[in-house]
């Protein structure tokens, strides 16, 4: 499979669409008419769960009759995964660019570390004792990678500039969908003006010289500017 983070999604989309997905799809609706009757495709749950006004503990029951049905021996926990994979999408995005930003991990890495961590924690997730499972989950494949991170920076005597345990989670586990937005104020309020120049290296991948273009700034200007902010960035963490 490919690490591309936008190509996973694809397939996972582009497998959703598929004549085998809904029918699989029809039969974990028929398990449990009374959570996931009223929808008639996996398109309509998703928009459920990323738009969707209700109220938060209606979505948690569905998340949880998709968790055990990816954790079911049938024919169906394909298709239940990807579901909560989707579901999950725009968390599991703000992770991986944590590990990208953070940890200084390579992309194609941190996307094999984020989709093996959370097929892993889907898999190994107690319902029982869960009460909130998008929070849940995507706090602790952001927690299982940064100690596994960790333990091979210690190895090496190198440390990570920025500890992921001392970042912000608000953002990622409270409300998937938002994310990355809630992110981008916390850090905005820690350095201020500068927060689009730092979030724009570190999430969306520019060179300092093109994030400082865009805000109207040399390259020399950008760089100093860039510097500065993640030291404030950094001591506000610490």
Same mark, same amino acid.
Do not use: F, M, N, Y
């Given at each position: 499979m490919s690490f591309a983070w936008h190509e996973i999604r694809e397939q996972l989309m582009q497998s959703s669409s598929t004549f085998g997905f809904q029918r699989s799809f029809v039969a974990i609706r028929e398990a449990n008419t009374s959570t996931l009757q009223r929808f008639s495709d996996p398109v309509s749950v998703l928009e459920y769960l990323h738009h969707g006004e209700d109220a938060p503990e209606r979505k948690n029951d569905l998340l949880a009759v998709l968790i055990a049905a990816a954790q079911s021996s049938g024919s169906t926990a394909s298709c239940a995964q990807t579901m909560v994979l989707l579901a999950l999408w725009p968390g599991l995005d $703000?992770?991986?660019k944590r590990l990208v930003w953070c940890w200084k991990l390579a992309p194609d890495e941190a996307t094999a570390e984020v989709m093996s961590l959370t097929c /892993? $924690? %889907?898999a190994r997730m107690d319902l029982r004792r869960v009460n909130r499972i998008a929070a849940t989950l995507l706090r602790n494949v952001e927690r299982d990678i940064g100690r596994s991170l960790r333990r091979e920076a210690d190895r090496q005597k190198e440390h990570s500039p920025i500890d992921t345990d001392d970042l912000p989670l608000t953002a990622a586990i409270l409300d998937p969908l @938002? +994310? #990355? $937005?809630?992110l981008a104020r #916390?850090? #905005? *309020? &820690? %350095? +201020? =003006? @500068? $927060?689009? &120049?730092?979030l724009s290296v570190a999430w969306e991948g520019l060179t300092q010289a093109e994030a400082g273009s865009a805000m109207g700034l040399s390259e020399t200007a950008a760089r100093k500017r860039f510097?500065? *902010? /993640?030291? =404030? &960035?950094r001591e506000a963490l610490h």
């Open positions: $703000a992770v991986r /892993t $924690a %889907i @938002d +994310g #990355e $937005a809630h #916390e850090v #905005e *309020a &820690l %350095i +201020g =003006r @500068d $927060a689009p &120049l730092v510097q500065r *902010a /993640t030291q =404030r &960035l």
